[in-house]
């Protein structure tokens, strides 16, 4: 199955808001901080663009009025397009200025999710974490534990989007392997990224997968470029985004 994704910052968002929806331009009022306002004006222009490229609708502010996120009863984000259900199923992210849309077909459970590359403490993984990704954690070199909690959170939060449940659910119920084709033990792997294990080629995507005990499996796949993890789960074999 294929996924296609779309990234969009902040400088690529108009100033106005002439291509939102009445809907849309109600919930953006109701907002009271400034910065929720931009990540959710951020996250919505990002999945208007990505559905319009994917049906080849056109991108005019007017047009992209007629498309619609509006977000269900359990939060997961919803197209609509002249008020009628699209056949696509979407995710959405933002982190830092940059937001991403994932776009699959409809009916397919998808998340995608970006974390930022910063020192988590002690307490975090413990409490969040399971036996298993703690022990990835600790097997691996000081310098790339960074990048890998952050994988393991990221690779966590696209999956509770893919089962539309936020952090409602306990994210110790999640567990993400991202070295589950890869021919040497996860540890040696990471040690073997390098000092600056940068992603700069859409071609050095990696694979990951995630079980959670409520019995869902999900593919995935991470990449990590400018300061920002990117992971996206499928419950369907997932070709490279």
Not at 69 to 76: L, N, P, R, T
Not at 79 to 105: E, W, Y
């Amino acid at each position: 199955m294929d996924i296609y994704w779309l990234e969009q910052t902040e400088s690529d968002a108009p100033t106005g808001n002439q291509w939102l929806g009445a809907k849309e331009t109600l919930c953006l009022s109701s907002l009271r901080f400034a910065k929720r306002r931009a990540d959710w004006r951020l996250g919505r222009w990002t999945a208007k663009q990505a559905v319009a490229a994917c049906l080849n609708l056109p991108t005019d502010l007017h047009a992209l009025a007629d498309i619609e996120i509006h977000a269900a009863s359990s939060g997961a984000p919803e197209v609509f397009i002249q008020n009628q259900p699209a056949n696509l199923a979407i995710s959405l992210s933002h982190r830092d200025g940059t937001a991403l849309c994932a776009v699959a077909p409809a009916g397919t459970s998808v998340g995608c999710d970006l974390e930022t590359i910063e020192p988590r403490s002690d307490a975090f993984v413990a409490d969040y974490f399971t036996a298993a990704e703690k022990a990835l954690i600790a097997q691996t070199p000081g310098e790339k534990q960074p990048l890998l909690v952050a994988l393991l959170w990221s690779g966590k939060e696209s999956a509770l989007k893919a089962l539309r449940v936020g952090l409602r659910l306990d994210t110790r119920s999640i567990c993400v392997s991202p070295a589950h084709t890869w021919p040497q033990s996860a540890a040696k792997k990471w040690q073997d990224l390098g000092p600056t294990p940068l992603v700069t080629s859409p071609d050095d995507w990696r694979p990951l997968r995630v079980r959670y005990s409520g019995g869902h499996a999900f593919a995935g796949w991470w990449r990590f470029q400018d300061h920002l993890v990117r992971t996206y789960v499928s419950d369907l074999p997932l070709r490279t985004p």
